[in-house]
C-alpha cells in the first residue's frame, strides 16, 4: 500500500493546519487498518502522536498533543486526517502517517508496515 502525507508548511504560533493521509494501491481500503501519525523532529526521535485503532474504532493521543490534534478517517476516500490547533514551535517536525494491520499497533512504530513520506510542518514563535 502507498501513503502519500501532504498539508504541511509554515505557520505561526497559535495557528492551524490539516494533514491528510490518501492510501493507494489495488485493493486496498483503510477500513480494518490501524492508522498513526507519527513525527520527528531534527534530533530528535520519533513520536506518536495520534493513532487510530481498528479494533475497536478508538483514537489515542500522545500527551503533548491531547486537546490539540484531532484525527478523523473516512474510509470512503482512503482518508485520514490530523486536524492540528493552536500549534506551539514544539510541534514543528516532519509528519508521517502509517498504516499496520495489528488492530492495536498505537504508538509502537515497528508494528506498521506502510509509512508515507513524511509532510514538514514549522511552527514559528
Known amino acids: 500500500v502507498q501513503l502519500q502525507a501532504s498539508g504541511g508548511g509554515k505557520v505561526q504560533a497559535g495557528g492551524s493546519l490539516r494533514l491528510s493521509c490518501a492510501a493507494s494501491?489495488?485493493?486496498?481500503?483503510?477500513?480494518?487498518?490501524?492508522i498513526a501519525w507519527f513525527r520527528q523532529a531534527p534530533g530528535k526521535e520519533r513520536e506518536g502522536v495520534s493513532s487510530f485503532n481498528s479494533g475497536d474504532g478508538t483514537i489515542n493521543y500522545s500527551d503533548s498533543v491531547k486537546g490539540r490534534f484531532t484525527m478523523s478517517k473516512d474510509d470512503s476516500k482512503n482518508t485520514v486526517y490530523l486536524q492540528m490547533n493552536s500549534l506551539k514551535p514544539d510541534d514543528t517536525a516532519t509528519y508521517y502517517c502509517?498504516?499496520?494491520?495489528?488492530?492495536?499497533?498505537?504508538?509502537?512504530?515497528?508494528?506498521?508496515?506502510?509509512w508515507g513520506q513524511g509532510t514538514l510542518v514549522t511552527v514559528s514563535s
Open positions: 502509517a498504516a499496520s494491520t495489528w488492530p492495536y499497533a498505537e504508538f509502537t512504530s515497528n508494528l506498521y508496515g506502510d
Open positions: 494501491g489495488s485493493r486496498f481500503s483503510l477500513g480494518g487498518f490501524a
